[in-house]
């Protein structure tokens, strides 16, 4: 009954009411436009297209995070991701540039810079992937009908819609944001990846059916699938959520007659405070050999191509998780400053008690996040793979998906961001939150995926 007076609640708050209303239409504009195909596409050629992608391990990682648009040729294929790159690629600039470094520190004025050049840098990626994308569907076509051929023409003008596609839903994004409930872009991501879950779970519940192909286990292994789900799950909320707290003693100060201070609070310290991001760093290497090896020969498809194009073999997996390991640390190291962080403690006249301001708070801080990022850095590559080995315990390849990897992160992160702005909107207006007790802590890292 919690629930529903929870639900009663959100309804009676007028702004809170319309913001969701406001973000349902807003989805089901993009979930409509991810049905729109490119002009010229027949559904045979759809049919080539989306056999195509279930033998690729990057074309079935794409089509999940845009709905399923990419497979079907939608006006919608390229989805968000060519905006999460430049969002990825300004950030790291961000980081190692002056320039950049100072508009980050402008303010809002800073703030709309940079997000202009991501909107520049977005058009640009767009105008790369574009013909890729349309060149990969004429070959793959005519591969399997011996038709839909495409001239220079043809290309550019599919470009162009597939580029004002993507620039539509990052508009979408941004009024979610705004006017909705959220962070629009991330939960544009989270809609596609849900979209492919019923699918997915429909057809492994039928390919447990007595009689259907692969039915080893029955509906006793299907329960057992959904519980292994709902565990993995729940390990990636405490990865999400997983803190370690520093506490800080502040001096006492006196200002007038009157003596404040003495107060001791902590500095949250996240066990995986890189997010997902080390995951599609990762991914992004990974994919080179599957790239190079669709451009080489049958020959020199075997061997080291052959092994590291395999998404659920050894070789594969082991490298990739070593990569996760290794970028975990390495984004968790020029995001984390312990060293601003002592010199902003000092300069507030705080220090953690048994420890020596400036330079001695800066190693003991650094120490502490080497330690606690080694198992959020393992259990990240953990998750990372578990698909491989959902597969090898019979799980199909669209349902795996959704046991690990770069998925289920965002899918638990963005839920969690959405769930804690309801319940501060139930709060500010004296409501119980979501939860019992306590509250819900969503993703801090600074990153929207």
């Known amino acids: 009954m919690r629930f529903i007076q929870t639900i009663r609640n959100i309804w009676t708050i007028e702004e809170l009411r319309k913001r969701i209303l406001v973000t349902l239409m807003l989805v089901l504009v993009y979930r409509l436009g991810c049905y729109v195909v490119l002009p010229g596409i027949s559904p045979e050629d759809l049919d080539a297209l989306s056999n195509f992608t279930n033998k690729s391990g990057l074309m079935q990682l794409l089509d999940m995070f845009s709905g399923g648009a990419f497979s079907q040729a939608s006006i919608f294929a390229l989805g968000i991701m060519p905006y999460i790159t430049a969002s990825i690629v300004i950030q790291l600039l961000g980081m190692v540039l002056p320039s950049f470094q100072k508009m980050q520190r402008e303010g809002e004025s800073g703030r709309q810079k940079l997000s202009q050049y991501t909107r520049y840098l977005t058009v640009l990626i767009l105008l790369l992937q574009g013909p890729a994308y349309l060149v990969n569907l004429q070959v ?28 539509f839903i990052m508009w979408l994004g941004e009024r979610i944001t705004d006017r909705g409930i959220g962070n629009g872009i991330s939960f544009i991501i989270l809609v596609g990846i849900i979209a492919r879950l019923p699918g997915a779970l429909f057809y492994e519940f039928t390919s447990r059916l007595p009689g259907s192909t692969g039915s080893q286990g029955g509906l006793i292994m299907f329960v057992v699938e959904i519980i292994l789900l709902f565990a993995v799950t729940v390990g990636a909320v405490l990865l999400v959520q997983g803190t370690r707290k520093v506490p800080v003693q502040y001096a006492k100060r006196i200002v007038g007659n009157r003596q404040y201070g003495g107060a001791r609070q902590y500095i949250p310290l996240k066990v995986n405070a890189a997010g997902v991001m080390p995951i599609i760093f990762a991914q992004a290497i990974m994919f080179i050999p599957i790239t190079l090896a669709g451009f080489s020969s049958s020959e020199g498809s075997s061997g080291f191509y052959a092994a590291f194009s395999d998404i659920n073999g050894f070789w594969y997996n082991l490298v990739y998780f070593i990569l996760i390991v290794a970028f975990t640390y390495f984004y968790t190291a020029i995001t984390v400053r312990p060293t601003q962080m002592a010199e902003d403690m000092k300069r507030n006249n705080g220090f ?18 080497s330690r606690i990022t080694l198992p959020g850095s393992l259990f990240l590559g953990i998750v990372a793979i578990l698909p491989a080995f959902a597969r090898f315990f019979g799980i199909s390849q669209n349902f795996a998906q959704f046991f690990g990897g770069t998925s289920l992160l965002i899918l638990v992160g963005v839920v969690l961001d959405t769930l804690q702005q309801i319940e501060s909107h139930l709060m500010m207006h004296h409501y119980d939150g979501l939860m019992k007790d306590g509250k819900i802590k969503g993703r801090t890292t600074g990153s929207a995926y």
């Open 140 to 167: 793959q076509v005519s591969a399997a009908t011996g038709g839909a051929h495409m001239g220079f023409w043809t290309i550019a003008f599919l470009t162009v819609i597939l580029a004002a596609g993507s620039m």
């Open 352 to 369: 953690i008690p048994g420890v020596k301001p400036g330079k001695k708070t800066a190693e003991y801080l650094d120490s502490i996040m």
